[in-house]
Structures are given as C-alpha cells and as structure tokens.
C-alpha cells in the first residue's frame, strides 16, 4: 500500500466516528461571555450541543458571574435551535458517599447517590418542576461529577420522563435499567477511529486561548462534519459487547492507578 493510499484508508477510518459535544455546569451564574463565545464557534461549523442544566445552583465552585435573570430565555432558544437540554442535578450541591457504591466511582461525593429513592424523586420532582415552569423539557440525564446510583435510575424512571443518560464507558450506546446510556469518555478534543465520542467541556473554566484553540481544531479537523446530536443516534437497544467491556476494564484499572499514585504523592509531599 502506497502512503497516499495509507493515508486515505485512515482519513475514512477517523470519519466513521461521531463526535457529541457536552457542555457542563450551565446556570443562571454561568460565565456568559465564554458561553457565547463558545456558543458562536459551535453555531459556525453547524454543531447541536448537549447542554447540562443545573435549574437551582447551591454550588459556589460553578458560579462565575451574576445572577442572570434572563437565563431561560437562553435555554429555550438553545433549545429551539436543536441543541438537547439534559438535566445536570437540581442544585450541584454534593455530600460524601463511597464511591464504590457508585454505577460509576469517579468520586467520593455525590448529589443524589446513597440518597433514599423517596429523596432522590423529590429532588428530580424539584428540579423538574423548574424546568417546566420555564417551558424546558430535559430529555437527557447527566449526574453533577457522574455520581449516581440505582436508586436516582428508579427515581428518574418514575418523576420524569427521561431515558438517555449521557456517561459511561464505552464505544457506543447501550441499554442498562431500562436506560439508554451515551458513553462519555473524553474531555478535551481528539480524533478516534471508530464509535461515539461525547466530548465534555466546561465552558466556565476554560481559558480564551483554549476557546480558540477549539476553534482551530474544528477548523483543521474532520471532528465537526462528523459531529451529531446526541438525539441523532439510532439506538442500538443492546447491551455491552466484549470491546465496551474490555474498554471500560482497562479505563477504572488506568483511573483506580492513577488515584493510588496520587495517594502515595500526598505522603511522601507531606512527610
């Protein structure tokens, strides 16, 4: 095989990918000038978001700006344009769990998880209510820091009417309690060769240089004109196969190390 040719096979290799872009920790404190910028840079190469709606935020480490009172008029016309509102929480606010305990053990803290399924749906209830007060509908769940449990599954099932959650690890789709999980597994900008890739930023803490930076990349790459909605997918209703598996295995082996050599840091910068 000649280079060109080499080089051609990979190029229709790296499209057969999709590319969704998350963006976190939205509210009525977001920063409003990074969010309209990122807002333009997306609306420019024709790219529908995922946005994550935090409805009543208690949580001072996501709140940049003043409080925006206009702030749903924001939502429903990201809304109207197609980007997807999913519900992040209903206030970010977090309490110690074990993360063991977790469908995914990112952290020791949580908003809903270890919570009884009476709490948990009265906080869903809560923050839906403010959603629809507003004339928004949440069609996609993601947990603030990932931690969740069955219990917010049950909770979600029987208060809303939600059956996407946007995490996991994984190549593509799956289904789980009823559920369809859209894997999130990255959180910067980066090509792939095959599957679905949600890509979650936080717009409030990027820095300008890295808002560009994206810019360009969307610019110079294939990662635009093969990104989709999350609500796009034609939803396989399966399982894990073996590659998900063999995926994930390998990713909370590489995370559970990576905790421990931070542990031992700690110590030995401590002693």
Known sequence: MTASKFLQTMRKARMSAKYIFRLDDSSHFQDSNKWNLLEEIFDKHSINCLVAVTPNSKDPSINFDKKNNNYWMKVRSWEAKGWVIAMHGYSHS????????????????????????KKQEEKLKKSL????????E???????????DINTLKALKKVTNI?????????????????????QQL????????????IC????????????????????????????????????NKGRNISDCLYSLFFWTKYEIKLILKHFSSLFSNS
């Open 94 to 117: 977090f309490h110690k769990v074990n993360r063991k305990k977790l469908i995914f053990p990112y952290y020791n803290r949580s908003e809903f998880a270890e919570l009884s399924l």
């Open 129 to 136: 209510d403010i959603f629809r007060s507003n004339g928004v």
């Open 138 to 148: 949440p069609s996609v769940w993601v947990a603030p820091g990932h931690t969740f």
């Open 163 to 183: 059956t996407i959650v946007s995490d996991g690890i994984a190549y593509s789709d799956y289904c789980f309690q009823d559920f369809t999980f859209v894997p």
């Open 187 to 198: 959180w910067s900008v980066e090509e792939k060769k095959s599957g679905i890739w949600t």
């Open 201 to 236: 930023l936080h717009p409030n803490n990027m820095t300008y240089d890295e808002i560009y930076a994206l810019d360009k990349i969307l610019d110079e790459s294939q990662i635009a004109r093969n990104s989709i909605s999350i609500l796009d997918i034609q939803f396989a």
